[in-house]
C-alpha cells in the first residue's frame, strides 16, 4: 500500500510541475507581443448593428458590451427567461428573427462585423 500512495504523491507533483510550466507560457505569450488579439481588433460594423453601437470601428468584445447595454437599458431580456433576448426593430435586422438566446448572439454578431 505504501508503494501506491509514494504513486499518487509523483503524479501530482508532475500535475504540478505542468500547470507551472504551462502558466508561465501562456502568460509570456500574452504580455510579449503588443499585437492585438482577434477580440481587440477593431471591426468596421454593418449599417444595422452600427444603428446601435454606434459607426466607428470598435473591438469585438466592445460591441458585446454595447449591445448587453442596449438590452438592459430597453429591458429586451425574456422576463420568464433571462438567456432570451426579445428582439426590437433595432435588433431584429441583426438577429434575423424576434427571438434569440445569449449565447446565438455572438454568432449573429459575427455576421454583422468586418
Known amino acids: 500500500m505504501a508503494t501506491k500512495s509514494g504513486e499518487k504523491k ?8 505542468s500547470s507551472e510550466k504551462s502558466g508561465t507560457k501562456s502568460a509570456a505569450k500574452a504580455g510579449g ?5 482577434a477580440l481587440q481588433q477593431p471591426l468596421q460594423p454593418s449599417p444595422q448593428l452600427a444603428a446601435v453601437v454606434g459607426n466607428n470601428p470598435i473591438p469585438r468584445g466592445e460591441v458585446v458590451s454595447k449591445m448587453w447595454e442596449y438590452i438592459k437599458k430597453n429591458n429586451l431580456q425574456n422576463p420568464q427567461n433571462k438567456r432570451e433576448i426579445l428582439a426590437d426593430d433595432k435588433l431584429e435586422p441583426i438577429f434575423g428573427k424576434k427571438k434569440v438566446t445569449m449565447f446565438e448572439m455572438n454568432k449573429h454578431l459575427a455576421a454583422h462585423l468586418k
Open 10 to 17: 509523483s503524479t501530482t507533483k508532475t500535475a504540478a510541475k
Open 33 to 37: 507581443s503588443g499585437k492585438p488579439n
